[in-house]
């Protein structure tokens, strides 16, 4: 607090994400000691009386003393702020774009107090003599409710509320009268909504092996020095990352400090959360979109009240408000739903970082795949590459084998299934062992291949596939290249060159058709849209009630099933050809991933990977989990086409409800960038500014909104970021704005 602070910056009404102004405002004597950053306070404005969060406290005002209206008070009772993340919110606005605004919105996920829960209790208070008595004139008088109340406090002295009014069907207001009469208490005790409520364990320690105690001990050592860093750990799948996060929690807690645990999507929560409760027990909590707002209210005050230390979640838990964190994690680092698809569109692990730099945290990015960005950052020597290259146990990694679909199609076998893939599942399913079989969906944009002689269609610019369009045209997204979708393959001719229409409730019909003795599971948007379906789905095949678990990519991350021996990819493709040029790093990972999910019991597994492509890098690296060849074949890649993370990439959006007024402002922005770039240039003659666009968006209309992009590439991230800028400004004093929406996306990873 600054106690010579005469004024108060004030942002105010974050419901509305377009207002980005700071007004000031005086601050009161009565307030002065009181009054620090991230308050929220009720401030004058206009007529009325709104809220506002103090963003700043200063004793230099720009305006005149007496125009300045005072803060009228605090709101003591509203979910308070720090001023750490109120500066954090200022960094994501400054590197993302958007308002200040929405991006406190951002980093202060519960925005409403929300009502206690409690536990209410009837207890008897009546002497047992004199309540009999009572208990005859009510029956004497025919009230019954009251009769039937009093009855059960003399068999159970204390009844929770809800038996009362539920099993015993007496009402509220009848409780109330016996209060009064002296009957009977009423007790209230504040109790917190329970997110896990089935969840039991804590105290369980697990011995690390040697590799394991290696990574511990490296980041204990920097931590007592004083040194906080950001780790690249790289473990193959099954090495065991999980127990290291564990024990350097286990330390983290120790000192007094709290940690945040990242995880990719909703659906690892389950598993994840059982382990560390298993070890952490009470003290360790969630933070989801599926949970109610009153159970992510409560979690929002156990972490402000210091009762929990470690909060998992996808990338909104990291907004945690803990005292102290002294550790983020953030596991399966390379997933892309830590990159917010809303503004700001913020990456969570760069967020992360930043915000460790504010509360003095390490940072520990794991994964058995890292992202191409991590490891390069590594390369360079910004962050700390620690590995664990085995198993634990000395498991081995599985076998694989890759199955040529073309090869299929040739000898008269159009099924989903590949013969060897048929032939492996009879195998493992007479051992009582279970398989998964993984649809590999992700990012499916209407790509065109042959499924004769696996060609696909792609822009003879980019590198990247064509997208089909419903108009019978190919459309490339980066550069705008068009051309018609051919009848026959132009490689080999066949006609059997389409879309690929397969989903999981088809593979799920063939697979019942084909093993009828076998039961199946399916894990898929459409099963898992109520909120405990994904642990239902994933319980009941923990607890082997089911031999075949298929599924999208949700099903391959992170989980640890013993009894699964053979993993099935049914289309490894899918993800190697869209309009993406991250698509074979995705790739990659994805068959990675999958393939990491077996054999991670006693017996050894195998994993069938089925594609058109048998030749690709991406397959065959993942094939043998050398991420090191499959990293150095991609970013020569990067290099050659100043793709990210050596070159930096900026997604400029424009978007209205006229098409022309959406290309009107795209166009006047490619203007101003191209005047800007000479201020770009490193050296004289040399640019570091490259420009694409204007052009269509990959989805050109939704919902009669029409969307026009410009992409941006440059070296230097800061490039970019003045760019950004330079724009917000110049589109405040220019008319033809009014009506189109502006939206930044740095580093995209599926674009607009």
């Known amino acids: 607090m600054c106690k010579m602070a005469l004024y108060a910056n004030v ?51 720009e305006y005149e003393e007496a125009k300045l209206k005072e803060i009228r008070g605090i709101l003591t009772d509203s979910v308070p702020v720090e001023s750490r993340l109120l500066s954090l919110a200022g960094w994501i606005r400054r590197n993302y774009g958007g308002t200040m605004n929405q991006a406190i919105k951002t980093v202060i996920p519960i925005k409403k107090k929300m009502a206690k829960a409690e536990k209410k ?37 204390w009844i929770e509320w809800g038996v009362v009014t539920g099993k015993l069907n007496v009402s509220g207001s009848v409780i109330r009268s016996l209060e009064s009469l002296g009957v009977l208490k009423v007790d209230t005790e504040r109790t917190y909504r329970n997110p896990l409520p089935h969840m039991r364990g804590g105290g369980c320690e697990i011995a690390l092996n040697e590799e394991q105690q290696c990574v511990v001990d490296t980041i204990r050592k920097e931590r007592a020095r004083g040194q906080n860093e950001v780790y690249l750990l790289k473990g193959v799948t099954g ?70 230390d470690i909060m998992i979640g996808p990338r909104s838990a990291l907004f945690t408000p803990f005292l102290n964190p002294g550790l983020i994690i953030i596991d399966e680092e390379h997933e892309g ?27 520990v990015l794991g994964s058995a795949t890292p992202s191409t960005e991590s490891f390069y950052q590594a390369e360079k020597g910004r962050y700390r590459l620690l590995e664990l290259k085995r198993r634990v146990s000395g498991r081995p990694l599985p076998v694989c084998h890759i199955v040529d679909l073309r090869e299929e199609l040739k000898s008269g076998n159009r099924s989903i299934l590949s013969r060897t893939l048929e032939q492996k599942m009879e195998e493992r399913l007479s051992c009582g062992q279970q398989i998964m079989l993984f649809l590999n969906r992700r990012g499916v944009a209407g790509f065109v291949s042959c499924r004769a002689c696996g060609h696909v269609i792609k822009c003879p610019h980019c590198d990247v596939s064509l997208s089909q369009h419903n108009n019978g045209r190919m459309v490339c997204h980066y550069c705008g290249h068009e051309e018609p979708q051919p009848a026959v393959c132009p490689s080999c001719g066949s006609r059997y060159i389409s879309g690929f229409k397969a989903g999981t409730q088809k593979i799920e019909e063939v697979v019942r058709a084909r093993f009828p003795n076998a039961s199946a599971l399916r894990m898929d948007f459409d099963t898992t849209r109520k909120k405990e379906s994904y642990e239902q789905i994933l319980s009941a095949f923990a607890n ?71 030749e690709h890098y991406g397959i065959i690296t993942a094939k043998n989990q050398d991420y090191e060849a499959f990293y150095t074949q991609e ?100 008319f033809i704005y009014k009506n189109v929406t502006i939206q930044f996306d740095f580093n995209p990873m599926n674009g607009f």
């Open 121 to 157: 209790t009837v207890r008897l208070i009546m002497e047992r003599t004199e309540a009999k008595n009572q208990l005859a004139e009510f029956e004497r008088k025919h009230q019954t409710a009251r009769a039937r109340l009093l009855s059960a406090l003399l068999t159970d002295s």
């Open 337 to 363: 739903s830590y990159k917010s698809e809303t503004v700001p569109r913020y990456h969570a692990r760069e967020t992360a970082i930043a915000l460790a730099k504010l509360c003095h945290a390490d940072v």
């Open 544 to 614: 082997r009630e089911a031999d075949i678990l298929i599924g999208t990519q949700m099903i391959v991350k992170g989980h640890d099933f013993p009894n699964v021996t053979l993993v099935g990819v049914l289309a490894a493709d899918l993800s190697l050809h869209v309009n993406d040029y991250r698509a074979s790093e995705r790739t990659f990972q994805l068959l990675t991933q999958a393939a990491g999910r077996a054999g991670r019991g006693d017996t050894p597994g195998e994993v069938v990977i089925q594609t058109y492509q048998p």
């Open 635 to 734: 970013i020569a890649y990067r290099k050659l086409l100043s793709y990210p993370p050596v070159y930096h990439m900026l997604v400029i959006l424009a978007a209205s409800g006229k098409e022309q007024e959406a290309a009107r402002a795209a166009d006047d922005m490619a203007n101003e960038i191209r005047r800007f770039m000479p201020a770009c240039a490193k050296n004289e003659g040399k640019r570091d500014l490259f420009l694409t666009g204007p052009a269509d968006a990959s989805v050109a209309k939704v919902n009669d909104i029409y969307k026009k992009v410009i992409y941006l590439r440059a070296a230097e991230y800061d490039t970019l970021v003045a760019v950004k800028d330079m724009l917000e400004l110049h589109k405040k004093d220019h």
């Open 239 to 308: 090495s065991g990352k999980t127990e290291v996060y564990m024990e350097l929690i286990a330390g983290v807690i120790a000192e007094g400090k709290q940690a945040i645990v990242l995880i990719p999507e909703i659906a690892l929560t389950y598993q994840t959360v059982m382990r560390f409760y298993g070890r952490f027990g009470e003290r360790v909590s969630i933070m989801n979109s599926r949970l109610s707002d009153g159970e992510k209210y409560d979690q929002f005050l156990r972490a402000k009240n210091g009762e929990i």
């Open 11 to 61: 942002i105010v009404d974050i419901s509305n994400g377009k207002l980005d102004k700071v007004f000031q405002y005086r601050i009161p004597d009565a307030l002065r000691q009181k009054l620090v950053i991230g308050m929220q306070v009720v401030v004058p404005f206009g007529p009325r009386e709104i809220k506002g969060y103090v963003v700043e406290l200063t004793d230099q005002t």
